[in-house]
């Protein structure tokens, strides 16, 4: 699509897709049952294989709040993919209850998971179009098979066409498209039944960066306008930390942790999700990090001291606190601000010349955690 994934989508012009949450002000309601779209009650999944039961979920409990954009996250066969798919039925949970917008899912009839799963839409990594039909054919497709008339076909494809950038489109075959174009294909189709949950399955892991970036604006978007409520599953710590309001933490099955995606972020508790989020970490420069000593070897050295921040609200470092401390002999050799749902996190790297004791004092009280990486000579 070229320069087109980067177009801003207006959402304002088409029909709002059937009032559910935010467009309704249901979102905002004080009654919490009606503020919760998808409730994980001790769900457990047992897969029986020729070689034996795979445990892939035990007890998890979680709620997922309506017109939120949930992240599933966790290692390679944490339970991530069969989690999303209780939502829909396409994995039938052996232990527990998922209710998803007042219906237990799991004691659906077939005709009513038929019904049932035009409310939720899902979108895959490899977008599973169907190559001999064209963009109309693919997004029509839900509705030919729910047997909508033809007229309100064509004026519900070409709404969820322009919503997703892709009017002019309909007689293209996939072949002929972007990864991105196919992506906001798959977007269209999942759409045009006006769900009221979206599940994503690791849906821009196939995309560039600033496809991926085309795409979760168009996710965004559609939440917040339409007031969908969105799952979705990534192995790609920048899509969470881009879009997700909340996000659960599984490892081998089980929840680790969950939470505010900026609690989770800038104070990560859990060994899994540390490991996760390690890649976004800034890490030690690699010339500092080759001369580091780990004792004081002579007082030439100066202490490489670490200041890290957030997760208890302090919004950063503030200069005039850091100009009271600096100014002795402290130089900043690295620093690193971010901010996550209106919320700072970051971490800074000083040396000092200071005594050990005098420079933990001095700077306790700047950050959330301050300690001594180590000792480096003074030509830092
Ligand atoms: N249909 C199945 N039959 C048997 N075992 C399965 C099936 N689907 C998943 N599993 C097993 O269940 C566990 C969880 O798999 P799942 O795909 O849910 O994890 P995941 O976190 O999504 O992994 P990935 O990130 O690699 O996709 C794994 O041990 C997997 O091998």
């Known amino acids: 699509m070229g320069g087109n994934e980067l177009t801003v989508i207006s959402v304002s012009r088409v029909e709002p897709i059937e009032a559910t949450s935010r467009e309704s002000g249901e979102g905002l309601s004080p009654n919490p049952a009606r503020a919760i779209a998808v409730s994980f009650d001790g769900v457990g999944k047992t897969y029986d294989t020729h070689k034996g039961s795979i445990h892939a979920l035990k007890g998890i409990t979680i709620d997922v709040a309506r017109g939120s954009i949930f992240g599933i996250i966790g ?15 396409l994995e039938t949970a052996t232990e527990g209850s998922v209710v998803v917008d ?25 977008f599973n179009l169907l190559s001999a039909k064209t963009v109309w054919g693919n997004v029509a497709l839900p509705l030919i098979v729910a047997g909508v008339p033809k ?3 064509d004026e519900r494809v070409s709404d969820v066409l322009r919503l997703v950038g892709l009017e002019g489109k309909q007689d293209a075959y996939p072949s002929r498209l972007s990864g991105g174009q196919k992506q906001r294909v798959g977007i269209a189709r999942a759409l ?16 560039d960066p600033e496809t ?42 089980q929840v680790a942790e969950a939470g505010k995606t900026w609690e989770i972020f800038s104070k990560p508790a859990h060994a ?10 800034p890490g030690i420069p690699r010339d500092i990090a080759d001369r580091l000593t780990s004792a004081r070897e002579h007082f030439h ?14 919004e950063g470092i503030k200069l005039q606190e850091l100009a009271r401390v600096v100014g002795s002999g402290v130089q900043i050799v690295q ?43 003074d030509d830092v």
Do not use: W
């Not at 168009?218 to 996000?247: A, F, P, Q, W, Y």
């Open 75 to 89: 290692r390679s066969g944490a339970g991530k993919s069969s989690l999303l798919r209780t939502v829909n039925r």
């Open 102 to 126: 007042g219906v237990d899912v799991r004691s659906l009839s077939d005709d009513d998971l038929v019904t049932f799963r035009r409310r939720v839409g899902m979108i895959f990594q490899h």
């Open 151 to 153: 007229l309100e076909i």
């Open 192 to 207: 045009v039944n006006r769900p009221e949950i979206l599940l994503c399955d690791e849906a821009t892991s196939a995309l």
């Open 212 to 253: 991926t970036l085309s795409i979760l604006e168009l996710l965004k978007d559609i939440n917040r306008s339409l007031g969908i409520t969105i799952l979705l599953i990534t192995h790609e710590m920048s899509v969470v930390r881009e879009i997700c309001d909340d996000v659960v933490v599984l490892e081998g099955g």
């Open 272 to 281: 899994a999700t540390k490991a996760l989020l390690k890649p976004l970490e």
């Open 301 to 314: 050295q100066r202490a490489l001291i670490e200041l890290t921040y957030g997760g208890n609200g302090r």
């Open 335 to 377: 620093s690193m601000v971010d901010r996550i749902q209106g919320h700072a996190y970051g971490r800074m790297l000083l040396t000092t010349n200071a005594d050990d004791q005098v420079a933990l004092s001095r700077f306790e009280g700047l950050a959330d955690n301050v300690r001594i990486l180590g000792y480096v000579r």
